[in-house]
């Protein structure tokens, strides 16, 4: 059998406040123990603790990890091992297809050509 919901009474605007978005909006100049001691003139309940959270992830937020265009995985990292495979399969077919004594041939003269 479902349970019924229990009515309760609808939160005034006040109550609905972001408290982050609040220490953000205190000047950092202001220690977390004033921020805590306004809050809570205000009718706010927050800790001291809650303070500094808000604020390192306010600091964090604002940098990136990695400076923009630096950093991260060098481009093309795992495609080039692709590519390489791919080569040496080209170079497979290219032996099969021609036979070994052409391919050495090939070799032989690609050396020379390049003073090896």
Do not use: C
Request: without cysteine; aromatic residues 6%; positive net charge.
């Amino acid at each position: 059998m479902p349970r019924a919901k229990k009515k309760t009474a609808p939160k005034s605007a006040a109550a609905k406040i972001n408290k982050s978005a609040w220490i953000r909006s205190q000047p950092a100049s202001m220690s977390a123990k004033e921020v805590f001691e306004k809050a809570k003139s205000e009718g706010i309940k927050l800790s001291v603790a809650q303070v500094y959270t808000a604020r390192s992830s306010a600091k964090k937020a604002g940098k990136s990890s990695t400076p923009k265009g630096q950093g991260g995985r060098p481009k093309g990292g795992k495609t080039i091992k692709a590519e390489i495979a791919g080569d040496l399969n080209a170079i497979r077919r290219a032996v099969f297809e021609h036979g070994f004594a052409k391919v050495d041939a090939f070799l032989a003269e690609l050396k020379k050509s390049v003073g090896l």
